[in-house]
């Protein structure tokens, strides 16, 4: 079913705004929350209202476990830290992220595709994802190999009050035991999920923190949606 859509976010609130003319039917999404999804609550209101034919799915099939050793781990967009994860579950490679699937072997070595026709690239610790049956015009994610955080950084390294010169807001990092929280409402405090190095997700969020030369924390940037790289400097 045809989708003419518009979603977007801004100062906490999110929207979304979708069509489908041949259902005749509209969905119409408004958030004041900013960790809610408003495109995934939208659509999972538009599966109840609209009638959809899904893509037949293909089988997965077995990967040999040093090709799945060479593929498996976490990947993000530098661009935008949209994210997936190549886990090795049994004899298969599984896709945990936005979506999950399975992965399957598409001929050409490096080359694999999902149940659900989602088409991936892997090579040299980078990934090509496309998703033929969602993006019509054919759009590519670039992804590179993220490693994990590593073990010895010192969480109280973040922890401090952060500030947005263009909006004007604050995001608050504080160390709960051994995890970080941050405070970006009055009465909105979520914990930080160690995503890459200097990297954690929070919410639909994502913080990428930022050090100087010597190696200390001086702000973050934040993403969300749309909301690209937004500029918070440390105070004090």
């Not at 699937?101 to 659900?116: F, K, Q, W």
Request: glycine share 10%; hydrophobic share 40%; charged share 25%.
């Amino acid at each position: 079913m045809r989708e003419v859509s518009h979603s977007g976010s801004t100062a906490g609130y999110c929207t979304l705004l979708a069509r489908y003319p041949e259902a005749k039917a509209s969905v119409a999404v408004w958030c004041n929350a900013a960790p809610a999804n408003a495109v995934q609550l939208g659509r999972e209101v538009a599966a109840l209202v609209v009638p959809r034919t899904a893509p037949a799915r293909g089988a997965p099939a077995p990967i040999a476990a040093a090709e799945r050793g060479l593929i498996v781990g976490p990947y993000r967009d530098p661009r935008t830290d949209d994210w997936l994860s190549i886990s090795s579950v049994g004899e298969y490679a599984r896709v945990i992220g936005p979506s999950a699937d399975s992965l399957r072997s598409d001929g050409a070595p490096g080359r694999y595709i999902a149940g659900t026709g989602d088409e991936a690239d892997l090579h040299a610790g980078r990934c090509q994802a496309a998703a033929p049956h969602r993006v019509p015009d054919g759009d590519v994610t670039e992804m590179v190999a993220s490693p994990p955080l590593a073990a010895a950084v010192a969480l109280g390294d973040y922890a401090g009050t952060f500030r947005s010169p263009e909006l004007d807001s604050r995001i608050v990092i504080r160390l709960d035991g051994a995890n970080l929280r941050a405070r970006i409402s009055t009465d909105d405090e979520l914990a930080l999920i160690p995503f890459y190095a200097d990297g954690f997700r929070v919410g639909g969020a994502t913080l990428r923190f930022v050090r100087d030369a010597g190696g200390k924390v001086t702000g973050l940037r934040a993403f969300a949606g749309r909301a690209r790289n937004v500029r918070f400097d440390r105070e004090g």
